[in-house]
């Protein structure tokens, strides 16, 4: 009876773990853009850490505030400075779930509607969010896509009176970064 | 015996799912390698006061600035308080790479023009690699062009032009508070008596405070050892003031003692006194402008 048992944790133990795969990548893309009626402002940042469980759906983000990059240096200085204070706040995170992970094959190549939610942290604030995007696998990688708007306000990014009509009061973020599993 | 075996291998088939798996995975997104976190905007622009900072304009980034003194506030009701007096200098710098400015400037006193390099040897930085300050070195020249002096006498060009060295040497402590050092030496090929020096040493610095973030009081003081201008009698430049960033734009609104805009005119010709109330309003205004965005910008 007792080896029985002893094969039989195992056996499952060893499918459980077999089974998990955990995607990551150092080098994900977030891209905001905002238009105002005198200013748009656009940034890109090519360093986002980001790591998917595909299992359970968990769903993480890190991202250093001073890896986004602009096209005015002033107005990079005036957003690590001023906007997001990214020495006081120094990275933006996201911890969250794909809830429709089970829809979702990893062996099968093709594109997933994703079902995201959880928890933003930017500028030290955290909000709820949820969110729809894509996940594409193909060649044992997956890449998860999505664009979403978020209000400055909500986390506390205030706006001098003297610039209010050059900023949007609204930012839209995409989001495009390629995971590939770890330790494989 | 036989169900603590058992026991002990239901936990560790459950134990992966008692462990919060996002921390885990956030934990798996810790950099190994703390990342190099350089000091920025250790001032706001590439002046303190009235003299240079460590700052430069952004590679490819062109810096304009206007700077206006008026005459000095004891000059009584008749001169409006200075108002009918001004003292102007336009001048521009272009950042050729991260580290290296060049800049120009001409100056409505003695119609002087002003070039100088100004090259960033170090960096503050934390995080993955450390180093407490940041070091600059300015170099320029000055070269007056008004009608000569002394016109009778025999005169050559390069009696016009003066020199001016400065390493500048400056931390920022947390966000709002930065502190330079700024050790200065003046070359003028030119001076009014034998016992006047050409080689003219200064040691000065300055500071700001941001009460915002996007207002700072400065201040800035350059005292020059004695004994080395003989022939007038000058005085330690004291410069004090606000920048304003709006936007687009620093305003720096200030006072000082020095009617000199560029660096010969204020570390070895300031000939006002704070306490006679010699005292001069001035303002700098700052625009950046982009010539050639960054690469990393586009794909």
Redesign the interface.
Known sequence: MNKYWIILMITAGSFTSGYTQTYVSKNGMIRFYSEASLEKIEAVNRQVNTALMSTTGDFVFRVLIKSFNFEKAMMQEHFNENYLESDKYPEATFVGKITNIRDINFTKEGSYPADVEGKLTIHGQTQPIKQNGTLEIKNDAVTAKAKFSILLADYRISIPNTVVNNISKSIEITVEVMMSKLNK | M?IN??MV??L??VF?LLVP??DS??N????KKL?V?YA??TFKTSRIVIGQSIEN?????LLVMITHHFGALNTGYENLFGLKQSAVRIGMEYGLTKRLAIGFGLNTDRNTWDGFLKYKVLRQKSGGKKFPFSLSLFANTAIYTTKWENPDRKNYFTSRISYCFQALIARKF??RFSLQITPSMVHKNLVPTAADHNDIFALGGGGRIKIS??VSINAEYHHIFTGQVVSSKIYDSFSTGVDI???GHVFQIFLTNSMGENEEGFLANTTGRWNKGDIFLGFNITR?F?II??K??RE
């Not at chain 2, 798996?28 to 950099?31: A, E, G, H, I, V």
């Open positions: 036989k075996i058992r291998f239901l560790l088939l992966p798996a996002q995975l956030m798996l997104l810790k950099d990342p976190n920025e905007a304009p952004a590679s490819g980034n947390g966000s973030n996007r960033e709006t936007g950046i982009t965005e960054p990393s910008f």
